[in-house]
């Protein structure tokens, strides 16, 4: 063989190696249990872990219900994935919160082990072993609800996985935050919108916005993002008859009924973290989010000189840019699990 075919092939499996090297480890971190956009985001990451475009490592629960671990065993084995690790926070500050859908878990249709929230992880403790077991800087975690599970992985110290406190830990193992909370837009002529999972929560988010590391990006999708993301009832009508029940699209019925196009706030930092470079979405410049008391989250440009690294940047939506998302969604949330 020349030389120049041999170093082609050795570039081209650099290539693949490097590709493959580079798709996003993902860890769901999720509120699933008042809204049902957490169900259908759920749906979202099986359906891209399914194509390979990244790796499902666990999901983390950051509201107290107790019937939340029962029900994310249930959508993760109904999509193949029975034995994913889940953990459930134990801090009771933690928002409490009923569901319409939950109960769903109790139901024979669907199979799953965990039965209540006393025989998953505690949520820390999973995110810590999921981080330590991972390379350096791969993972992405995508946390669609409060942030107690983020708040208290940045106050955890070391233990038997790792010897890095919480931040040293985020430093060394996480890519991407990417995170749907907060509003960077006016909202129906309101300048000073608080958004739902920084106001069920506020110390939480802004132990966030204080102390995650300036090193590792978070990508903010505010509520302004989702709103403009209509899920086309249309498709839940007609989509979802592969099987006879079909766990989103219940869930979605007892939430939102059949005459709702419920937003797709928590879809939006799923395909933004899997797919940050196609073009789905824009983004802002970096600077600083800063969380007030009363919730409000304030976007601010570095000021001149300032040589410090911005750390946050917020999803834009074009036009364009939002009917691609939506049909994208559309057919990642209604694919057939493929196991
Ligand atoms: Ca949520």
Same mark, same amino acid.
Request: hydrophobic share 40%.
């Given at each position: 063989?020349?030389?120049?075919?041999?170093?082609?092939?050795?570039?081209?499996?650099?290539?693949?190696?490097?590709?493959?090297?580079?798709?996003?480890?993902?860890?769901?971190?999720?509120?699933?249990?008042?809204?049902?956009?957490?169900? *259908?985001?759920? #749906?979202?990451? %099986? /359906?891209?872990? !399914?194509?390979? @475009?990244?790796?499902?490592?666990? &999901?983390?629960?950051?509201?107290?219900?107790?019937?939340?671990?029962?029900?994310?065993?249930?959508?993760?084995?109904?999509?193949?994935?029975?034995?994913?690790?889940?953990?459930?926070?134990?801090?009771?500050?933690?928002?409490?919160?009923?569901?319409?859908?939950?109960?769903?878990?109790?139901?024979?249709?669907?199979?799953?082990?965990?039965?209540?929230?006393?025989?998953?992880?505690?949520?820390?403790?999973?995110?810590?072993?999921?981080?330590?077991?991972?390379?350096?800087?791969?993972?992405?975690?995508?946390?669609?609800?409060?942030?107690?599970?983020?708040?208290?992985?940045? *106050?955890?110290? #070391?233990?038997? %996985? /790792?010897?890095? !406190?919480?931040? @040293?830990?985020?430093?060394?193992? &996480?890519?991407?935050?990417?995170?749907?909370?907060?509003?960077?837009?006016?909202?129906?002529?309101?300048?000073?919108?608080?958004?739902?999972?920084?106001?069920?929560?506020?110390?939480?988010?802004?132990?966030?916005?204080?102390?995650?590391?300036?090193?590792?990006?978070?990508?903010?999708?505010?509520?302004?993002?989702?709103?403009?993301?209509?899920?086309?009832?249309?498709?839940?009508?007609?989509?979802?008859?592969?099987?006879?029940?079909?766990?989103?699209?219940?869930?979605?019925?007892?939430?939102?009924?059949?005459?709702?196009?419920?937003?797709?706030?928590?879809?939006?930092?799923?395909?933004? #973290?899997?797919?940050?470079?196609?073009?789905?979405?824009?983004?802002?410049?970096?600077?600083? &989010?800063?969380?007030?008391?009363?919730?409000?989250?304030?976007?601010?440009?570095?000021?001149?000189?300032?040589?410090?690294?911005?750390?946050?940047?917020?999803?834009?939506?074009?036009?364009?840019?939002?009917?691609?998302?939506?049909?994208?969604?559309?057919?990642?949330?209604?694919?057939?699990?493929?196991?």
């Amino acid at each position: 063989m020349k030389k120049s075919a041999v170093l082609f092939i050795a570039l081209l499996c650099a290539a693949i190696s490097g590709a493959h090297a580079e798709k996003p480890r993902l860890i769901f971190d999720t509120d699933i249990t008042g809204d049902v956009d957490d169900v *259908l985001a759920l #749906a979202m990451c %099986h /359906s891209l872990a !399914d194509r390979g @475009a990244c790796e499902l490592l666990g &999901v983390t629960i950051s509201k107290l219900n107790p019937q939340t671990a029962a029900f994310v065993d249930a959508e993760n084995t109904f999509y193949g994935r029975p034995n994913l690790p889940i953990g459930v926070t134990y801090d009771e500050t933690a928002q409490k919160r009923d569901s319409k859908y939950l109960q769903l878990a109790d139901s024979p249709n669907y199979k799953h082990d965990i039965r209540n929230n006393d025989e998953a992880e505690e949520a820390v403790a999973l995110l810590r072993r999921l981080l330590a077991a991972q390379p350096d800087q791969s993972v992405s975690i995508v946390s669609v609800g409060i942030a107690s599970n983020m708040a208290n992985l940045l *106050l955890s110290k #070391a233990d038997a %996985h /790792s010897p890095l !406190d919480g931040p @040293a830990l985020i430093r060394q193992k &996480v890519k991407l935050l990417s995170i749907m909370a907060g509003a960077f837009e006016t909202i129906d002529a309101n300048n000073h919108f608080l958004e739902a999972n920084v106001i069920n929560g506020i110390p939480a988010m802004q132990t966030v916005a204080r102390q995650w590391p300036k090193q590792v990006p978070i990508v903010w999708s505010g509520f302004e993002i989702g709103v403009s993301l209509p899920y086309p009832r249309q498709s839940i009508a007609q989509d979802f008859g592969y099987i006879e029940h079909h766990i989103v699209k219940e869930a979605y019925l007892l939430h939102s009924g059949p005459e709702h196009d419920r937003p797709c706030w928590d879809q939006s930092s799923v395909l933004y #973290a899997v797919f940050p470079d196609r073009g789905y979405f824009g983004l802002s410049r970096k600077g600083q &989010v800063s969380v007030e008391d009363d919730g409000f989250t304030r976007f601010s440009l570095p000021k001149k000189g300032d040589t410090q690294p911005q750390r946050d940047r917020f999803l834009i939506l074009t036009s364009e840019q939002r009917a691609r998302v939506l049909e994208a969604m559309v057919h990642l949330t209604a694919r057939p699990p493929q196991r």
